[in-house]
């Protein structure tokens, strides 16, 4: 495992609690209204705390899923696993430690299941051909073959999520693969990889559970992602898959010449959707 990977592996796991791609033009487009996601930071706890299961975006901790993204699914009595555990394997299994997601009765692959604060929390890539809509979604959690938790969710074409961890900070690295964090921030005019899930159609056509492609072609977006930093327009250019990872999306920006110092508010937006706020430390 390169050094990326296993850093992103950590972080990823950190930022927890503790088929075929389809073209958009075949699925009718549904979004989360912006002035909704404008106001929503990062959640640092769980969505929910009763026993009901619930599925968010993994990243923002919304409700709703995205095809192609990862989400979270929230729940008590859902899986017997004590602690964590990862799958670690190209291609993600669709099913790790006897558990099981649908999706519309599609199996999901499983990025990992952990057990802490009284509630299971299963994590899982959406499977491209999700339908999307209001109520478009039918999750199904199965542990050893008896279903435990079965509801309905809105499943969204694209619905950013910025992956955070400490409070809110965004998950940020440098060029040398390093995190940006309060005792390694950026500077001006640096260009830095944001992690993000749930950018939404992309240029290619994959497989659910495999990694997308770490040579040309990558997979881009079809919509572009913009990111504003402090409410500025950054400089984007790449937006796509983390090359090598599962439902991991990634862009590429520069910090603009003339920001300020200190934490300040970062956001991604496309032209339908707007994600969670997060925080980027700036000397």
Known sequence: MTLRSAMLVAILSAATLYGFAENSSQKTPYYRPKVAQQKQRSLQASPRASSGAVVVNAA???PGITPGGLATIFGQNLTTVSGVVFAGTDPLPLTLSGVSVLVNGEA????????????A????????DTATGLAAAEIEVVDFQVQVADFITDSYTEDPGVFTYDSGLAIATHGDY?????????FRGEYLT???????????TLTDGYGAPDVEPFARTIDPSQVLLDGEQCLVIFSGLAPGFVGLYQVDFQVPEDAAAGNLDLQIQTPYASSNIASLPVE
């Open 60 to 62: 923002s901790y919304l």
């Open 108 to 119: 999901a692959p499983i990025y990992g299941i952990a057990y802490a604060g009284g509630q």
């Open 121 to 128: 929390q299963i994590r899982f890539q959406v499977p491209y």
């Open 178 to 186: 390093s995190l940006v964090d309060t005792n390694n921030p950026t």
């Open 194 to 204: 944001l992690y993000t899930t749930g950018l939404g159609p992309l240029d290619l």
